[in-house]
């Protein structure tokens, strides 16, 4: 098993392409910053079939890999240019960061990265209810030992200020 290496990056939104850059070629799970303490404690990442955890993204409900227990991963590896455009926005890592900012990004060892299942699947059981990523998404089945993670990244997410935005956001609050 290999070495797990933790560290902190603050980045923002112009400064994320930095970081898809080390995310390139690489299988990983993403989570808010609040779900890091149970993972640490548990020493796995678990599926969420029944929905007790909280999630990072508001579809998982719904998500082929969840209602087969698996962890959902993103997977950037060996996606071809055309498709990873067409695909890679419709369910973005960023999103874990949510309203405060923090966001953990799990990178799997090639050991696990070898017990994915595709989101071919997804295709081959014909499941148009069910939500998957196609080409960036695969689920690892059961829970995801932390010792089959090589890289740990917290990452902290400052937002670019938007005053159009934050009215909104306000007056959805107020509402």
């Given amino acids: 098993m290999a070495t ?6 603050e980045i923002s939104e112009s400064t994320y392409p930095d970081l898809l850059a080390r995310l390139l070629g690489k299988a990983f799970h993403v989570t808010k910053g609040a779900n890091y303490p149970g993972i640490l404690r548990t020493g796995c990442i678990s599926p969420n079939p029944d929905g007790i955890y909280e999630t990072s993204f ?10 087969r227990s698996c962890v959902s991963v993103f997977d950037y590896r060996n ?12 369910c973005h890592p960023l999103t874990a960061a949510g309203k405060n900012g923090e966001m953990v ?6 050991e696990a990265e070898n017990k994915l299942i595709s989101w071919e699947n997804w295709k081959a059981e014909n499941s148009p209810s069910e ?4 080409y960036v998404e695969s ?5 995801l030992a932390l010792a089959y993670i090589e890289t740990i990244f917290i990452i902290y ?4 200020p938007r005053p159009i935005v934050e009215a909104l956001e306000r007056g ?4």
């Avoid at 990004?105 to 090639?110: Q, R």
């Avoid at 997410?157 to 670019?160: D, E, I, L, S, Y």
């Fill in 58 to 67: 508001a579809s998982s409900s719904n998500s082929f890999f969840r209602n």
């Fill in 79 to 90: 996606v071809p240019q055309d498709k990873f455009d067409q695909y890679a926005g419709r």
């Fill in 105 to 110: 990004v799990f990178i799997l060892s090639k």
């Fill in 157 to 160: 997410v400052t937002k670019t």
């Fill in 139 to 143: 689920g690892y089945k059961g829970s």
């Fill in 172 to 175: 959805r609050s107020n509402a």
């Fill in 4 to 9: 797990c290496v933790t560290s902190s990056i």
């Fill in 131 to 134: 939500m998957v990523v196609p």
